[in-house]
């Protein structure tokens, strides 16, 4: 029987422990279900066609309760701008000012960069975080990335009127046409 020699041997391992696992680059965190992803809603935001206009507003520019959006117009997102845009017009109308920038778009890049996010975001009063103090207690909600995930339309809603309520005085949420 022939030896092998050293160079030959470790050559061999090498080549067996490639072919056991796989090709030889571990899986990094987060990457494992990155095909799944890309068939999540999530994903398919991003490859929506932009918008022929890219910014939304409603609402008076003066108003005290001021809120910015940054997430995209799409189908995906038209929820959030149904709720945003009936807060404006009609359920806190003359109270409540709504910016919503689709992010993707040159102007909306530069609207975010401006306002220092690096992430899809709501602004409210310029703060994407906020206490809301709710019958279960106060609690911290960052309205950053996804919608459902991250924070809810319920968390929305509430933010909203808790800062209508501070600026306009409590009776504003409960009837808020005047």
Request: net charge negative; with cysteine.
């Amino acid at each position: 029987m022939q030896r092998m020699s050293g160079l030959t041997y470790a050559a061999l391992l090498l080549a067996l422990a490639v072919l056991a696992g796989g090709c030889g680059r571990p899986t990094l965190p987060g990457q494992q279900f990155k095909g799944e992803r890309q068939t999540s809603p999530g994903a398919v935001a991003t490859d929506s066609p932009l918008p022929e206009e890219a910014i939304y507003e409603w609402g008076p520019e003066d108003a005290k309760v001021q809120v910015t959006a940054f997430y995209p117009i799409d189908e995906q997102h038209q929820r959030l701008i149904d709720l945003l845009k009936e807060a404006a017009e009609e359920k806190y109308a003359g109270k409540l000012y709504v910016k919503y920038v689709d992010h993707r778009t040159p102007e909306g890049m530069a609207l975010m960069r401006r306002a220092e996010l690096q992430v899809q975001a709501i602004l409210i009063n310029g703060e994407n975080s906020l206490e809301l103090d709710s019958p279960a207690g106060i609690r911290t909600v960052d309205f950053v990335r996804d919608m459902g995930r991250f924070w809810t339309t319920d968390d929305l809603r509430e933010a909203i009127d808790q800062e209508i309520a501070k600026a306009y005085g409590q009776e504003a949420v409960a009837s808020p046409t005047q």
